[in-house]
T-cell receptor, first 112, second 114 residues
Framework: TQLLEQSPQFLSIQEGENLTVYCNSS?????LQWYRQEPGEGPVLLVT?????EVKKLKRLTFQFGDARKDSSLHITAAQPGDTGLYLC????????????FGEGTQLTVNP | DTGVSQNPRHKITKRGQNVTFRCDPI?????LYWYRQTLGQGPEFLTY????????KSRLLSDRFSAERPKGSFSTLEIQRTEQGDSAMYLC????????????FGPGTRLTVL
């Protein structure tokens, strides 16, 4: 069974601060997706990383996939209140298609 | 841009009643997935379809749950004899079926069983 552990589970910071969210597993994933979810809505895709060591940037967000494709991190620079939400990492299986394995999520609150 | 759509968005029902949810995937996506999410947790996989074929079912999908995708387009998820433990957000996602298989989610159906 593939499991993903996210940390921290909750994060409350002030506007302008930087933060990093971690997603770790003992299993290898074919890909790693990061989603953001707001209350009462479905997860919205932020990024997909597929290559070990890959780094992708999306404005103030930087995503990294570990060399061994077992872990990932999301770094947000100069957080804004609009970044508030539940951040979910999800690993794609080694075999083609099928289920995503989600972490429990990191609830981020950015206070003005 | 037509993303994944789900109906209804909210459903309140009494214990023991049957409910049915609908998902319309992105039109060119041949894979469709159902997940369930409870408060404070990440989504958990229920089942997925490749076109009209249901290829995998989770152990979470008890015999009270049934999903169909009769023409390989929209899908329905039915829960019979609902229980309070079925209260959750039911999410649908679709993808093209490539190895990286990025899944795009709908807004979800929030089910409350009284």
């Amino acid at each position: 069974t593939q499991l993903l552990e996210q940390s921290p589970q909750f994060l409350s910071i002030q506007e302008g601060e930087n933060l990093t969210v971690y997603c770790n597993s003992s299993s290898v994933f074919s890909s790693l997706q990061w989603y953001r979810q707001e209350p009462g809505e479905g997860p919205v895709l932020l990024v997909t990383v597929v290559t070990g060591g890959e780094v992708k940037k999306l404005k103030r967000l930087t995503f990294q996939f570990g060399d061994a494709r077992k872990d990932s991190s999301l770094h947000i620079t100069a957080a804004q209140p609009g970044d508030t939400g539940l951040y979910l990492c999800a690993g794609g299986p080694q075999t083609s298609g099928s289920r995503l394995t989600f972490g429990e999520g990191t609830q981020l609150t950015v206070n003005p | 841009d037509t993303g994944v759509s789900q109906n209804p968005r909210h459903k309140i029902t009494k214990r023991g009643q049957n409910v049915t949810f609908r998902c319309d995937p992105i039109s060119e996506h041949n894979r469709l997935y159902w997940y369930r999410q409870t408060l404070g947790q990440g989504p958990e996989f229920l089942t997925y379809f490749q076109n009209e074929a249901q290829l995998e079912k989770s152990r979470l999908l008890s015999d009270r749950f049934s999903a169909e995708r009769p023409k390989g387009s929209f899908s329905t998820l039915e829960i019979q004899r609902t229980e309070q433990g079925d209260s959750a957000m039911y999410l649908c996602a679709s993808s093209t079926g490539l190895l990286t298989d990025t899944q795009y989610f709908g807004p979800g159906t929030r089910l409350t069983v009284l």
